[in-house]
């Protein structure tokens, strides 16, 4: 099988629990979304190149024309690999919408998915090949979609569905004008879920800044329905890596 792939390269994972943890990264092409947040516009549109660290940590890329092959990505990825890797995140773009490529490739690595959970007919499809579920719900203010409700309904059920066999957790992006009352059909819907998934309140990285006084009352008001919230910058863009 093939699929439109924008780049592959080894890093450190900047967000969410597993901050810190080397992992391949593999981002795909195409996105249903369009958030107002968005920090990889470029890959939502398939492009005819994808890119390639020769290096890790150089930024010496070459390209390889879309789509790659699932067997030459086996083989990129194992070249890719190093002692202190840990997983291969699968990222997009939404990883989602190239599921059946994902479900036949060979693997011996841990499989860590990103998504921004819109299409829990996908998660069914990949739900025993993954080993960590990386979910994110939006907000209205995110200007993700025309159709929220639907977009939170389907967000929710691809917890549920990851969370029966994966690790999961949800991330929330949090900007200067979320409130309480804009997260809390996502912290309801978590904890009628499980109110053990932990929840990353994220702010946004951007020059408008998120007030700490509304990142922690937000942190109360979720903890209030759920057991783990914890609230984890973008790291990987202080310290200056991929």
């Known amino acids: 099988m093939y699929a439109h792939i924008d780049e592959i390269f080894n890093s450190i994972q900047g967000e969410g629990p597993y901050v810190g943890v080397r992992q391949i990264f593999v981002r795909f ?18 492009g005819g190149q994808c890119r390639i660290e020769r290096t890790p940590g ?61 299409f829990p007919e996908k998660a069914r499809e990949l739900k025993d090949k993954i080993a960590i579920a990386s979910c994110d719900i939006k907000l209205p203010e995110h200007n993700s979609t025309d159709h929220y409700s639907e977009l939170l309904k389907n ?3 691809t ?14 992006i949090v900007l200067p004008e979320t409130t309480k009352e804009s997260i809390s059909m996502a912290v309801e819907g978590i904890a009628s879920i499980d109110r053990d998934i932990p929840l990353i309140l994220q702010p946004v990285t951007q ?12 942190m109360d008001f979720a903890a209030e329905k759920l057991k783990y919230v914890r609230s984890i910058p973008q790291t990987h863009k202080m310290i200056g890596i991929l």
Do not use: M
């Open 29 to 46: 092409f195409k996105c249903q979304l369009h958030c107002a947040y968005c920090d990889t516009p470029n890959s939502r549109i398939a």
């Open 58 to 118: 150089k930024n010496d890329f070459y390209d390889i024309a879309n789509p790659v092959r699932g067997e030459d990505l086996e083989d990129l990825i194992r070249s890719l690999w190093s002692p202190s890797t840990k997983h291969i995140s699968f990222t997009g773009g939404e990883p989602l919408i190239h599921a059946d490529f994902i479900r036949s490739l060979d693997l011996e690595f841990p499989l860590y998915l990103e998504t921004n959970s819109g």
């Open 155 to 157: 967000e929710l059920e």
């Open 159 to 172: 917890i549920s569905i990851f969370n029966e066999t994966a690790e999961t957790f949800v991330k929330i």
């Open 207 to 218: 020059k408008r800044k998120v007030a700490p006084i509304l990142l922690l009352g937000l």
